[in-house]
């Protein structure tokens, strides 16, 4: 196995709901997911080669990777109210409704790392280069470099089990692949039942201090 570095650079902010937290009240989860990053490969890997079928040849080189994180020191949480409209439930116009939304900035760029089989094909790094955002379109993503590297990364924080996660962490629920997700489960362009392609990890994040917190804001520290 081999690592893919990405250093990733959010030129403005990051907002990526917390999994299973309602839409109304959306807390937005401090790092990138595992499946987030991983579909916004394939993602990219489909607008860039104009074929689906690309995008399933790479999903089965990067479905199982082993990702983790390094983010910057501080991380700064800014929660803002929205009005917006929804359809009525008789679908016969829209109604207006109030909602909670975190938004993310990181004090600095992000490093992420990819565990791959030795012979993953060199587009996988091509595609990683040309990301323009993660999750919601309006997270746009500069990625600054991309490169193998062979040692294993320190300081990185890995998803891990509910009852891994070291004592004193802050935890935040992530999706990632399941071992028997297929392509065709997270093809936005199939009509077939998505089923249950993901399973729940946990992102452990250190700090090395009590946050900073105002009325709508908070800053993290990280270890």
């Not at 062979?150 to 992530?174: D, K, L, Q, R, T």
């Not at 936005?188 to 009590?210: A, C, D, I, M, V």
Request: glycine fraction near 6%; charged fraction near 25%; avoid cysteine.
């Amino acid at each position: 196995m081999r690592w893919l570095k990405l250093v990733v650079h959010f030129p403005s902010f990051y907002s990526y709901r917390i999994p299973e937290y309602s839409s109304q009240y959306a807390l937005a989860l401090p790092l990138i997911a595992p499946s987030t990053i991983k579909l916004a490969i394939v993602s990219t890997a489909i607008r860039m080669s104009g074929k689906v079928s690309e995008g399933k040849r790479i999903f089965g080189y990067i479905r199982d990777a082993k990702v983790g994180i390094k983010p910057p020191k501080e991380i700064a949480i800014n929660s803002v109210f929205v009005k917006r409209l929804k359809k009525k439930k008789d679908q016969s116009g829209f109604q207006q409704s109030f909602g909670v939304r975190e938004y993310i900035h990181f004090s600095g760029d992000i490093e992420v790392y990819m565990g791959l089989p030795d012979d993953v094909p060199e587009e996988v790094k091509h595609y990683a280069k040309h990301i323009r955002y993660f999750g919601t379109s309006d997270s746009l993503a500069y990625v600054k470099s991309v490169e193998f590297v062979n040692e294993h990364p320190h300081g990185v924080i890995f998803p891990v089990a509910i009852s891994e996660a070291p004592p004193g962490s802050h935890i935040y629920p992530v999706k990632d692949f399941s071992p028997k997700a297929t392509f065709e489960q997270i093809n936005p362009y199939s009509s077939k039942n998505p089923g249950k392609p993901y399973e729940t990890k946990y992102y452990p994040l250190k700090l090395s201090k009590r946050p900073v917190e105002g009325s709508n804001w908070k800053i993290l520290f990280v270890s």
